[in-house]
């Protein structure tokens, strides 16, 4: 158990809906992290999050967004799903901004049918 | 850019059998260095990680050792088991301004068969 809390554990929703999903880091960690696992991708980096500000974008889609909340829990908000969008989603969290190692979470698995 | 590249797999042994799963990097810099494992419907879990050129990191029987030379950081157990069947990724810290994140090799698939 890494101590990163991820909910929820499977979603399935249709195209062109929109869903959230929730991360807790560590206790402790300031620094969290948006990853997307998909087949045809691998693991693919969207975002991080330092204290409550955005620090580092990677290829996260307009479509997406996320925010980190003042007790440092964080969502990633999916809008206008797509089938494409289907995807193992992980949330990481570190102590710092350059925390050495990450720790993920057991990721939430999205199903967009 | 950092990139990580990792051995196409699936690599496929019998039990007790020596494993090296192949990484190479490109980096500017001086990244940290990380193996994760995925065992089936799990997350990924850090495995062992390296700090500079040189260091050896070891965990649960596996090691890896980072060459700044030949910019590399194989993976090698002496005797896996059934158990050590999973998805293993190599990861590399990228670290820019006030940003921090890991990039990832596309995986590699052990199947160990008894």
């Known amino acids: 158990d890494s101590g990163v809390t991820q909910t929820p554990k499977h979603l399935i929703t249709a195209t062109g809906q929109r869903v959230t999903l929730r991360c807790s880091p560590r206790?402790?960690?300031?620094?969290v992290y948006w990853y997307q696992q998909s087949l045809d991708q691998g693991l693919q980096f969207l975002i991080q999050?330092?204290?409550?500000?955005?620090?580092a974008k990677g290829n996260i889609l307009e479509r997406f967004s996320a925010q980190q909340f003042p007790d440092l829990h964080s969502e990633l908000n999916l809008s206008s799903l797509e089938l494409g969008d289907s995807a193992l989603y992980f949330c990481?969290?570190?102590?710092?901004?350059?925390?050495?190692?990450?720790?993920f979470g057991e990721g939430s698995w999205l199903t967009v049918v | 850019g950092n990139s990580v590249t990792q051995m196409e797999g699936p690599v496929t042994l019998s039990e007790e059998a020596f494993l090296t799963i192949n990484c190479t990097y490109t980096?500017?810099?001086?990244?940290?260095l990380f193996w994760y494992v995925q065992y089936p419907g799990e997350g990924l879990q850090l495995l062992l990680k390296?700090?500079?050129?040189?260091d050896k990191g070891s965990n649960k029987g596996f090691e890896a050792t980072y060459r700044k030379e030949t910019t590399s950081f194989h993976l090698e157990k002496g005797s896996v088991q059934v158990s050590d069947s999973a998805v293993y990724f190599c990861?590399?810290?990228?670290?820019?301004?006030?940003?921090?994140?890991?990039?990832f090799g596309s995986g590699t698939r052990l199947l160990v068969r008894p």
């Open positions: 999050y330092y204290n409550g500000e955005e620090r």
């Open positions: 206790s402790g960690d300031l620094s």
């Open positions: 390296a700090t500079k050129a040189d």
């Open positions: 990861a590399l810290s990228d670290r820019r301004d006030s940003s921090y994140k890991l990039i």
């Open positions: 980096a500017t810099g001086y990244p940290s």
């Open positions: 990481a969290s570190s102590v710092t901004v350059s925390g050495n190692t990450i720790y």
